[in-house]
């Protein structure tokens, strides 16, 4: 064994010294390890509601809509769609729809909503929106009745049920005696849930054609919405369709579209790991209180070393050698809890939130390279520590240490 780790570490580890001075250094490991630990669950936590929040919203409105500066609507979209199936590549699926603001009474009482045609072969399924009840078919019943498929909240605060009968009222502008709002019945066939409880009290789904009878829009659509293939190359392709489709097409991604969530999700990453990172500052510098109180402990020891030849350097070498001892078990023992933690969250899912935060359960995304970022940061931070105690222990005169006391 090289004597240099030999010395250091029976400096630490040794039964027969002071006591004290391992209390201290196990408190010092203490530190390094909740502190990596904490950054790895805090940064797992920030990642995943990225992801949950992304693939969430994604589920509703697709990864990118494609819609017109003209305010009455999209016409000609099905060669716009083809323009976009032959120019750009990776497009998993593709289709218009109408969205417009609406009114829906059941037994008396009445909610504002968003209404949304789609196409009738569009899976809802498709993406984290799940159908919990009935079934996602929006084929017209007859000339008086069309399908609807509404959420789950706004199923529980109206009390409906599946094959439950509703009126839409289609508003378009402001109701007036000369304005009129056209009026629609309706049957439930299902009920869903996507994930994002403010979406699901408002947004509600039948097929497209009675939308645009509903709004008087003939053959215009809101919007055709499409997913791809590789959800990060989300604002990369929003730039290709951009550079296609000229006036009056208006493209944006989800990242545009929900702008609010996303810069929600960004401000909580962006101090985050600067804060958390702060903490292992601190206990990297805390190996810096432990080594110099390890120096004084053996400065006449150190007196003993150099006399039988050590240098300034190996002195140096023992001491830098003990505090990343302490910073690597530290480490280790940090990704540990913090990985270890994060997958018992993400399997058992113990920790509910409220529903302001879209999403039932704290989400977790564990990124390797992140894991291995964070510990190589560490040991940095606990290698600079080392060296102020290190390189007081290698100045010390070889005479006065053996005659300390």
């Known amino acids: 064994m090289n004597f240099k780790y030999f010395i250091s570490k029976r400096y630490l580890f040794s039964k027969k010294d002071s006591k004290f001075v391992s209390f201290i250094t196990y408190i010092s490991i203490l530190g390094i390890s909740l502190g990596v630990a904490t950054l790895i669950i805090a940064v797992s936590i920030l990642n995943g509601f ?15 809509q494609i819609s017109s500066f003209k305010t009455e609507g999209l016409s000609d979209y099905q060669n716009t769609i083809n323009i976009v199936k032959e120019n750009i590549p990776g497009v998993k699926s593709i289709a218009p729809f109408v969205q417009k603001e609406a009114v829906i009474r059941f037994k008396g009482t009445i909610e504002g909503i968003m209404l949304k045609g789609i196409d009738g072969n569009t899976d809802l399924s498709s993406g984290r929106t799940k159908i919990i009840a009935g079934s996602q078919n929006l084929n017209t019943i007859d000339s008086t009745f069309s399908r609807l498929i509404i959420g789950d909240k706004l199923a529980t605060k ?8 509703v009126i839409v009222f289609g508003l378009k502008g402001i109701p007036s005696p000369v304005n009129q709002p056209k009026i629609k019945q309706f049957r439930i066939s299902g009920i869903y849930e996507s994930g994002l409880r403010e979406y699901d009290d408002l947004l509600i789904y039948t097929d497209i054609a009675t939308t645009q009878k509903l709004f008087n829009m ?5 919007a055709v919405e499409l997913s791809i293939t590789d959800s990060e190359k989300i604002n ?16 944006r991604s989800l990242y545009q579209l929900y702008r609010e969530l996303f ?7 962006a101090p985050t790991p600067i804060i958390l990172g702060l903490i292992i500052i601190v206990a990297s510098f805390n190996i810096i209180g432990t080594l110099l109180m390890l120096v004084l402990e053996k400065t006449q020891s150190i007196g003993i070393l150099k006399s ?6 190996d002195i140096m070498k023992i001491f830098i050698v003990d505090g990343m001892i302490i910073g690597v078990l ?3 023992i940090g990704n540990i809890i913090g990985i270890g933690l994060s997958l018992l969250e993400l399997h058992f899912k113990f920790f509910k939130l409220p529903e302001q935060y879209y999403m039932k359960n704290v989400p977790i995304l564990l990124k390797p390279e992140l894991i291995i970022l964070i510990s190589a940061i560490t040991v940095v931070l606990i290698f600079f520590a080392t060296i102020i105690p290190a390189y007081i222990a290698s100045r010390f005169d070889p005479v006065k240490s053996i005659r300390f006391s």
């Open 50 to 64: 990225e992801k949950e929040i992304r693939e969430k919203v994604s589920g509703l409105v697709s990864h990118i």
């Open 158 to 165: 109206l009390g409906i049920k599946i094959d439950d009968k």
């Open 218 to 222: 003939d053959s215009l659509v809101t």
């Open 236 to 251: 990369e392709t929003t730039e290709e369709i951009r550079s296609i489709l000229r006036y009056p097409h208006y493209t």
């Open 263 to 269: 810069t929600w999700v960004a401000l909580q990453q």
């Open 308 to 313: 039988i030849g050590c240098k300034n350097v």
């Open 330 to 332: 530290g480490i280790i």
